[in-house]
């Protein structure tokens, strides 16, 4: 299979210095491994309502004034709904997804009712009440069935082992974290868990890198690719950029968005977004000479197969 790697940023807001670091090493692991492999860049619009018009264009400005240029006209979630259907349909059909019509009140009742402490802004796991039916309620979102509604079960998503190439070992129950996650709204969008691995799949990514932040989805990604038969790519989360107050920098949080108005801005934000991931200072004067000096250091640091 080709080398493929991505960068996929939702158009919520311009690319910031963590959002950088993310396109950087994940273009620096693809040219690590030669001139056959690819970069591509994916914009990660299916939660609509969370994106701003002119956003994703922007994003690909700002990285091609960094000399990020993707090696294939980049993709939008929004135009490849037909693919995150099927893959819904093939889930439900081999009883791993089903309609659910819990509103977060309701969710929060029956866990209260099942003894399960609730943590402000915490984590909720489904407690299943829809898992045998909607109990005549209209459906709000499709779940994904992390122990499978029928025979074959599959009792590794109990203790789902993965490989992460900076952070190491990995492991994570997603039944009793998260338990069975939303894979889409009634009222349309995609969710992320279910749209990143099926265009992960759909475009041949054989290897994954991107900001610690997302670490914990992997194990969910993970026992959705298994239900659906596809391969796991190998993956590695990059350092998160924190802010001055020592919190992880985020759009959230008011992340300054990059200047890469001129060579010049843009070579500095390279610089801080090389730093971050260990990579020395350039010695260049423009953005393509400090990425084609980075390559070899990120060969050493990171280890990319061959
Ligand atoms: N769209 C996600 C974000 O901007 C990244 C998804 C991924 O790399 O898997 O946070």
């Known amino acids: 299979m ?5 960068f996929a940023p939702s158009p919520t807001g311009p690319l910031h210095a963590g959002s950088l670091v993310a396109a950087l090493a994940s273009w620096l692991d693809v040219r690590a491994r030669g001139p056959q492999a690819r970069w591509l860049v994916r ?3 299916a939660d609509t309502a969370r994106c701003l018009p002119g956003l994703g264009e922007h994003i690909l400005g700002q990285l091609a004034a960094c000399g990020l240029q993707p090696d294939e006209a980049p993709v939008w979630q929004t135009r490849r709904t037909a693919f995150y259907q099927n893959a819904l349909d093939r889930l439900t059909a081999m009883h791993r997804a089903y309609p659910c019509g819990c509103s977060r009140k309701d969710i929060e009742i029956a866990l209260a009712a099942q003894g399960v402490p609730l943590v402000r802004h915490g984590e909720r796991p489904y407690p299943g009440t829809c898992r045998h039916g909607l109990h005549g309620r209209p459906a709000r979102a ?14 590794a998503v109990h203790d789902l082992r993965w490989h992460d190439r900076r952070l190491g070992p990995q492991s994570q129950d997603v039944a009793a974290t998260v338990g069975d996650f939303v894979l889409r709204r009634a009222d349309g969008p995609w969710a992320y868990q279910l749209a990143v691995v099926v265009d992960d799949a759909e475009q041949g990514v054989t290897d994954i890198v991107r900001g610690e932040d997302l670490a914990d989805n992997t194990a969910r990604q993970i ?31 008011g992340a300054q968005p990059l200047d890469t108005g001129t060579p010049g801005a843009a070579l500095a934000a390279l610089d801080a977004a090389a730093r971050a ?16 000096g980075w390559v070899g250091a990120w060969r050493v640091l990171y280890n990319p197969r061959p």
């Open 2 to 6: 080709t080398p493929t790697g991505r």
């Open 43 to 45: 914009i990660e619009d």
């Open 142 to 155: 499709w779940r994904f069935a992390i122990d499978a509604l029928a025979p074959p079960l599959d009792p």
């Open 223 to 253: 026992a959705v690719q298994r239900a659906l038969g596809l391969p796991t790519p190998s993956y590695l989360h990059t350092p998160l950029v924190l802010a001055a107050d020592g919190q992880k920098l985020s759009k959230q949080n």
């Open 277 to 292: 991931l260990g990579l020395p200072s350039p010695d260049a004067a423009e953005p393509a000479q400090a990425l084609a």
